[in-house]
Each structure stands twice: as C-alpha cells, then as structure tokens.
C-alpha cells in the first residue's frame, strides 16, 4: 500500500459544484500539505498543516478549504469550482525537521 | 522571501553522457535543499538534501548534486545518463517547514 493515498485519482466536475479531494497517509508524519501542479509552474502550496488543530494558507488558497480530520487524513475541498481550478493535485506528508516530503499520486482534476 | 529558478525547462542529453540540471535559490537565512523526480502519472519522489557539511551530496539512482554557497546555486549531476532517467525534476527550498519548488525541468535521455 502506498504511504499517501490521495482519492479520487481522476475527476471531472461542472463549474459551480463543490467537490473534496482526500488524502491519507500511513507514514505517523504530523505535517501534511496540499500542492497544486499546473505545466511550467511548477507545485504551489495552497494549505498545510502542521498538527490536527493547525490549519494555515499557502500562497494560492483562495477559492480552497481544507479539513484535518485526523493526523492521518488532510482534505482539500473546493466550494465553487471554476475552470481555472484544473490542474494536478497533491498531497504530502513530511517529519518535522529538515525532512523531506512524501507525496500521493496526485488527483487530476478537471472542470468543465 | 525565498525562491527557487530552474533556468532550464528543457535539457536534452545522449545516454551515457553526463548530465546536469541547473538549480539557483534566493533565501535570506541557511538554505535548505532538495531535488525530486516525477515520473509520468506519478507523485514527486525524493533523489537527495543538502542540509549543511559536504558540498558535494549523493543521492539515490547515481545522482549527485553541488552545493555552491557563493553562487547560491544547487545543480543535479550524474555521470552517465540513462534513458531511465528521463522525467520531471525539481529544485526545491525548505525554509520553516514549507517548500519552494522551482518550476521543473524536463529531462529528456535519447538512446
């Protein structure tokens, strides 16, 4: 079993509804991450956090809501998808310290 | 402010020739830094960190990268290129418990 698992893999949404992206992880890591991939702009962060009650905005968070339901599982949830929102999303999990990041296998999203 | 600028979107090289992929950073305090690969349909995987000590970092599948503090720079290296290599890489800095990724460079191994 992979150590992040991000669910759904594939999904093509309508302009306006609201759809969540989950991701959990097996790794016992306390921090947990939501990136964004879209060609030649590299990952953005769009939410991280740091503990269950820690939630914090990344650079690109608006039209994004995230939930920490257990250390395990980090939700990403956007409430109006617009078109601009397609794009690679994933997940990360990472040990405090000078660590480096474990990431799922990304949720290809698509709005029409 | 930090950031990360892989000059490069494209660098295209013979198997068995070395490769490099160019990484430059911009952070106010130590830098912390990594490099990932992406494979097609995949998530980021990690190759190698530089934290502190040895400028010259290895890491996994005969990777090596240089840490080069006066020229606030940070290039992957491998000897010999493999048509196995060929994918997506990123230079990212880690500052505070979050990354800056660079944009990528594609690198792409003809037989």
Redesign the interface.
């Known amino acids: 079993d992979a150590d992040?698992t991000q669910t759904p893999r594939n999904r093509i949404t309508k302009t306006g509804k609201r759809i969540m992206l989950e991701c959990s992880q097996t790794k016992g890591h306390d921090?947990m991450?939501w990136?964004r991939q879209d060609p030649?702009?590299?990952?953005?962060?769009i939410y991280?956090s740091?503990d269950v009650k820690d939630i914090n905005k990344?650079e690109i968070s608006d039209g994004y809501s995230v939930s920490r339901q257990a250390q395990a599982k980090f939700s990403l949830s956007l409430e109006s998808a617009i078109p601009n929102q397609t794009a690679l999303y994933?997940c990360?999990t990472?040990d405090?310290g000078?660590t480096?990041?474990?990431?799922?296998?990304?949720t290809r999203l698509t709005v029409v | 402010a930090q950031s990360v600028a892989q000059p490069e979107d494209q660098v295209n090289v013979a198997e068995g020739n070395p490769l490099t992929v160019k990484c430059t950073y911009s952070v106010s305090g130590n830098p912390y830094l990594f490099w990932y690969v992406q494979y097609p349909n995949r998530g980021l995987q990690f190759l190698l960190k530089y934290i502190t000590g040895d400028n010259l970092v290895k890491g996994s599948y005969g990777f090596e990268a240089e840490f080069n503090k006066s020229q606030t720079s940070f290039h992957l290296k491998k000897p010999s290129a493999l048509v196995s290599d060929s994918a997506l890489y990123f230079c990212a800095l880690t500052n505070a418990g979050k990354s800056t990724f660079g944009d990528g460079t594609t690198l792409t191994v003809k037989p």
């Open positions: 992040v921090r991450y990136y030649g702009l590299g990952l953005r962060l991280y740091f990344g994933f990360a990472r405090r000078l480096e990041a474990f990431f799922g296998q990304g």
